[in-house]
């Protein structure tokens, strides 16, 4: 009987696991796995083709430029640097890449799933609680993986921030743009109950994205 109970609980355990999904980038099997795009005497890992290891070198694992201000002259006064894998070929497999991010004064990165600074996350569903804080120069803020975040500069002069991401090619999902920006529209009226709104502002959103 013991022994039945314990196959049932291993077969229980292992339908458990088969069920869930990691949204980490896994961990590298090999030294250094430069990412290249012509996949001629490549080995295929993690997303990249990777190059002979032995036709690496040092250009394969630096950028450039990350002193240079970036461009905030749009409506949301802000500009985001990204070195990622596509620029830095080494990073393939790392799970890390860095952005510098660019803020004019009253600036702002808006809500999306990284001087002074006024920086903040939402916690998950049932209590959606803002965590915020200002941030001075020298200031390190962590925001834990998958919340909705922002940043906005309350300061007079322009700011800049560096910003470590866990992942070689993590992407953005800005929440505005994907909501009433998407490509064809999400229906209205769907929109309009989910945000207890009317039909008309919700139309007016979108046509503004």
């Known amino acids: 009987m013991k022994k039945v109970v314990s196959f049932l609980v291993t077969v229980a355990l292992m339908a458990l696991a088969s069920s869930l999904a990691s949204a980490f980038d896994p961990s590298p099997l090999q030294d250094t796995c430069v990412a290249i795009d012509e996949p ?8 990249k083709f990777c190059k002979n290891p032995n036709l690496t070198v ?8 990350l002193n240079i201000p970036g461009n905030t002259e749009n409506p949301l006064g802000f500009n985001v640097t990204t070195v990622n894998v596509d620029q830095i070929p080494g990073l393939n497999t790392l799970g890390i890449s860095l952005v510098r991010i660019d803020y004019a004064p009253y600036g702002q990165n808006p809500p999306h799933t990284h001087p002074q600074h006024y920086v903040g996350f939402v916690t998950s569903n049932p209590e959606n609680r803002l965590i915020s804080k200002v941030l001075n120069k020298g200031d390190v803020y962590v925001f834990p993986i998958g919340l909705i975040h922002f940043q906005f500069n309350v300061g007079h002069t322009n700011a800049v921030a560096i910003a470590a991401l866990s992942s070689q090619n993590p992407g953005v999902i800005t929440i ?3 909501v009433f920006g998407s490509n064809p529209p999400i229906n209205p009226d769907f929109l309009a109950k989910a945000f207890q709104l009317d039909k008309k502002v919700v139309e007016f959103l979108q046509a503004h994205f």
């Open 58 to 65: 040092a250009e394969d694992f630096f950028f450039q430029g």
């Open 176 to 178: 505005a743009n994907a």
């Open 40 to 47: 001629k005497a490549a080995v295929f890992v993690n997303g």
